[in-house]
């Protein structure tokens, strides 16, 4: 009963030889951009718990392989191979960090409210006045080029008014 009234929702009524289509439901986005923000953070705290499963799991077996067999004379120290084991070490400090960046990143984004490349670049273009101000790229382009212009003859005042005190204390001590 109630798969017949679903279905009877999602299905247009025909009219005339037409075919049945279904309606496709908005997405709520009130519900659906959180949900989206928190993945990367939630898959990046996955990635760290695995990640952290695998280093106990390595920490336990070699304290297991360095404790000596019954028998075994324990004034001997087990031989061990560096390179192998600088190798597992590297990997392993590779996945831990790069499961801490996805946490880092994930939880950045939600932070600023950033849900996709889109909202993104708006913040990005916003920030630099390019958005919403009325400006286009090429104003704010030459506007920067005044800036760097205006700086760069500070210090091109500054460096000759240097260059011309020390002639003149060279002067004043000959």
């Known amino acids: 009963?109630?798969?017949?009234?679903?279905?009877?929702?999602?299905?247009?009524?025909?009219?005339?030889?037409?075919?049945?289509?279904?309606?496709?439901?908005?997405?709520?986005?009130?519900?659906?951009?959180?949900?989206?923000?928190?993945?990367?953070?939630?898959?990046?705290?996955?990635?760290?718990?695995?990640?952290a499963l695998i280093t106990r799991r390595s920490l336990v077996r070699r304290y297991k392989a360095s404790i000596p067999a019954f028998y075994q004379p324990n004034n001997r120290p087990n031989s061990a191979n560096g390179a192998t084991d600088a190798l597992e070490a590297l990997n392993i400090a590779t996945i831990n960090v790069t499961s801490l960046a996805m946490m880092l990143t994930g939880s950045m984004l939600y932070v600023f409210d950033i849900a996709s490349l889109a909202d993104l670049r708006r913040k990005i273009r916003g920030g630099l006045g390019v958005d919403g101000t009325g400006r286009t790229e090429n104003e704010a382009q030459e506007e920067f080029e005044e800036w760097l212009a205006s700086v760069l003859a500070r210090k091109s005042k500054k460096e000759n008014w240097a260059r011309e005190a020390q002639q003149d204390s060279q002067e004043k001590t000959d």
Do not use: H, N, V
């Open 1 to 51: 009963m109630a798969f017949a009234q679903r279905e009877a929702r999602t299905m247009e009524r025909p009219a005339g030889d037409t075919i049945p289509q279904p309606i496709e439901d908005q997405p709520r986005l009130g519900i659906d951009r959180p949900r989206r923000q928190l993945g990367l953070f939630l898959a990046g705290a996955g990635f760290f718990a695995l990640s």
